[in-house]
């Protein structure tokens, strides 16, 4: 039998085991998740190292080492399981958004994979990923639900009205929030990842210097990171030239709390607005202490439940993938062997 003729008679199971990949950017991701909810391996393996001394990922560096890693990953994802090939009901891969390059390993391999096991091949939306981790981090978690959504490349507040219907009701109108803090980390001397590093320099500092609001008097979930973080810049080099000392670590902490602060407000807004009682997070932004403590005590406060992906979930990984991967394997989102990698898609997209 053909195989696409094959994974349409195939039929679906409640406890899937699924085989999901993930090489949007730096990192060679592989887990097996079962029904969608239930983790049973996750094998990270990062290049992280190779771009720190170019102060971002390098997208040719990138490629090269996804492409020499992506079959031990895959095995051991496997082995880590407990199951063999033969066991798996469907092959999860992100197709976008990413790096092109990077992305093409994982959705060349995920083909040949699909297509040699004569299983359905399902196309998943890195972002909605994101979004999944939940489902992971709760297994009662049911929409609908608030999702507050900040990455690297994305700061976005969604209305999860089903488990495939998003309204997104406000998102960044420049920079996104893990972009903002990358690129504020180099100007006080650090190096990529910025989150991480930003919150250990601001730990010893005070919020005590005043930055521009965020798009000041206007309502609504947009974001705008671009006037806080051209205001710290213009802030160092201006008492660079004037010779004047003055405390990173204070800086870093003003910059944390205004870059971070907003989020929370306008994700409880949304919550509240709605009328739902759950708020749940993802992205990797939200691995950020300073956040995840504000995000704790602000909920608890207003009574809403809130759904805090463990940190290695909040980062890229391979599990939430998995879980987005059996949302639309349920709904027979297959792919043929002309998938092909997508730069740029937007955070609906399923195709
Ligand atoms: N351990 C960590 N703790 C906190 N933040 C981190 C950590 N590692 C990376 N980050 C931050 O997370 C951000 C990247 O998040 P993520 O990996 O989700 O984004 P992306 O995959 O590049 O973009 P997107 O998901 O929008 O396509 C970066 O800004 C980085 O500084
Ligand atoms: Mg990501």
């Known amino acids: 039998m053909k195989y696409l003729d094959k994974i349409k008679t ?44 170019f102060g971002g990922v390098v997208p040719e560096i990138a490629s090269r080492m996804h492409t020499t890693a992506i079959s031990l990953t895959v095995e051991k994802a496997v082995s880590d399981a407990g199951i063999t090939l033969g066991d798996l009901d469907a092959i999860a891969v992100t197709y976008g958004s990413g790096l092109i390059g990077a992305l093409l390993v994982g959705v060349s391999y995920a083909k040949a994979l699909a297509y040699s096991l004569g299983i359905p091949l399902v196309p998943v939306n890195h972002v909605r990923g994101h979004v999944s981790a939940g489902y992971l981090t709760d297994k009662e978690l049911t929409p609908p639900f608030i999702c507050l959504l900040a990455s690297g490349g ?40 910025g989150v991480p590093n930003v919150e250990r320099l601001a730990k010893g500092g005070e919020n005590n210097i005043e930055l521009p609001a965020m798009l000041k008097g206007k309502k609504g979930y947009d974001f705008s990171y671009s006037g806080l973080k051209t205001a710290v810049i213009n802030y160092v080099h201006s008492k660079e030239q004037k010779g004047e000392e003055y405390s990173k670590e204070d800086l870093a902490c003003s910059f944390q709390s205004s870059a971070l602060d907003i989020l929370v407000k306008k994700a409880l807004i949304a919550v ?45 990984n391979a599990s939430m993938i998995g879980a987005e991967g059996f949302l639309q394997y349920l709904n027979k989102n297959y792919a043929d062997l002309t998938l092909n990698a997508n730069a740029f898609i937007e955070i609906t997209a399923t195709k």
């Open 154 to 193: 994305h700061t976005a507040i969604i209305d999860v009205k089903d488990y495939y219907t998003y309204d997104v009701l406000g998102g960044t109108l420049d920079d996104a929030a893990g972009e903002a803090f990358d690129k504020v980390a180099r100007v006080l001397g650090l190096q990529y990842p």
């Open 10 to 53: 195939a039929s679906l199971k409640q406890d899937a085991l699924i085989l999901a990949i993930e090489s949007s950017c730096d990192e060679t991701a592989a887990s097996v998740v079962k029904g969608g909810r239930e983790i049973l391996s996750s094998v990270i393996m990062s290049s992280m190292t190779e771009h720190i001394p």
């Open 272 to 316: 509240k607005e709605r009328g739902y009682k759950t708020l749940s997070v993802g992205g990797g932004v939200s691995a950020n202490g300073y956040l995840r403590e504000k995000l704790q005590k602000e909920c608890g406060k207003k009574g809403v439940k809130l759904v805090l992906p463990e940190r290695k979930l909040c980062t890229d």
